[in-house]
């Protein structure tokens, strides 16, 4: 198993070999991260491709972001909260034993079909719930990785202009 630093080392340098306009990839990486956080995993990598394609964020770094923000680590936390957020605007219409029981079978190695197929048995308030959990979980996210990643990337790229500019 790896060393949270080494993992946040691995992500970084992923990061900084990424070519393109910061602005692109910042966007990128605000897809991936919103996509990310919010509980929709069976559909994460067609919906940043899909996001991506629609707000032009660069995919890669989307895909980075969102394999980064959510992992098997992160699922219980990111699902607790989204239900936990969710239940407090839309109350009562999710119990935690309706979760448990959904969560054991997504991390049970399920197929995408079965995987969908169980989210749908618990109906649209669940749904529901969740989604909007989520959704209000993944904003702050979402917004805060934009602007520090546009910085990041906007001052690699002054960096590698500047040495290019030395030589």
């Not at 969102?66 to 680590?73: E, G, R």
């Amino acid at each position: 198993m790896m060393k949270p630093q080494r993992t946040a080392k691995y992500y970084y340098l992923k990061f900084l070999r990424l070519q393109g306009d910061p602005h692109s990839l910042a966007l990128g990486v605000a897809i991936g991260l919103f996509i990310g956080v919010t509980p929709t995993i069976p559909l994460h990598t067609a919906l940043v491709v899909l996001f991506c394609w629609i707000l032009r964020g660069n995919l890669i770094a989307a895909l980075i972001a969102a394999t980064a923000i959510s992992n098997p680590i992160t699922w219980i936390p990111q699902y607790h909260l989204s239900w936990y957020i969710g239940n407090q605007l839309i109350p009562g219409k999710l119990t935690w034993e309706k979760i448990k029981e959904l969560l054991d079978f997504l991390t049970s190695g399920a197929g995408i079909k079965e995987s969908i197929a169980a989210i749908a048995q618990m109906g649209v308030d669940a749904i529901g719930v969740m989604v909007l959990g989520g959704i209000l979980l993944a904003i702050p996210f979402t917004i805060g990785g934009y602007f520090f990643s546009f910085n990041f990337f906007a001052t690699i790229r002054r960096k590698r202009s500047e040495k290019h500019i030395l030589k």
